[in-house]
């Protein structure tokens, strides 16, 4: 049962762009969101994340929204660069736990 | 600084044997978590241990099991190994034992023939 959802497996993007990457979650007890990214033979490195008290969270090129009464969240990347070109990862935490969507592949094209 | 390091970085084993996957974390930190990432999905959550005990445990069988050392280190055992064992496990470890600051090791990649 996946409690964390990426709908879009990838996401093309033109460089100076805006990226927007969606999440979806189904637990309400979920107290806080991390988006994470990664490339290929690496681990997952830490983004952003954002409160569940909040809705908004931005540190440089990166803002993550959260509507908690649509239990959606978004990651957007402005403007986009090629280095930005990864695997993210919507991840949120709950009951001891750290649950991760399935990631979205956003390629930025220069 | 190094970063949270994982041995081995690639393994193959045959079905019903026994792996031993290897994990040190960042230098300071005493929580250590293990997950298990199989192809197309993201990564889920096997154990995390914190202070050496047993902080938190995923939904897997009892065939996994892991342990922490004193110097914060961390094994993970599985045994009778299975076609679906194949996957990329991955280590993150953190100063306290909120997932919130996790720093991911590069994983190990293991394949079940």
């Known amino acids: 049962d996946q409690q964390v959802k990426q709908n879009s497996p990838s996401l093309s993007v033109q460089e100076g762009r805006i990226s927007i990457l969606n999440c979806d979650y189904t637990?309400?007890?979920?107290?806080?969101f991390l988006w994470y990214k990664k490339y290929p033979a690496e681990g997952p490195t830490f983004l952003i994340s954002i409160s569940s008290i909040k809705d908004k969270n931005e540190d440089g090129r990166f803002t993550v929204f959260l509507n908690k009464s649509a239990k959606h969240l978004s990651l957007h990347i402005v403007p986009s660069q090629p280095g930005d070109s990864a695997v993210y990862f919507c991840?949120?935490?709950?009951?001891?736990?750290?649950?991760f969507g399935t990631g979205t592949r956003l390629t930025v094209i220069p | 600084d190094a970063g949270v390091t994982q041995s081995p970085t690639h393994l193959i084993k045959t079905r019903g044997q026994h792996v031993t996957l290897r994990c040190s974390p960042i230098?300071?930190?005493?929580?250590v978590s293990w997950y298990q990432q199989v192809l197309g999905q993201g990564p889920q959550f096997i154990f995390q241990y914190y202070e050496k005990e047993e902080r938190g445990r995923g939904n897997f069988p009892d065939r996994f099991s892991a342990r922490q050392f004193p110097n914060y280190s961390s094994e993970l055992n599985v045994n009778a190994l299975l076609l679906g064992d194949s996957a990329l496990y991955l280590c993150?470890?953190?100063?306290?034992?909120?997932?919130?600051?996790?720093?991911f090791g590069p994983g190990t990649r293991l394949l079940v023939l």
């Open positions: 230098s300071g930190h005493k929580s």
């Open positions: 991840a949120a935490t709950g009951a001891n736990n750290l649950f």
């Open positions: 637990n309400s007890m979920f107290d806080y």
């Open positions: 993150a470890s953190s100063l306290t034992a909120d997932k919130e600051t996790q720093y």
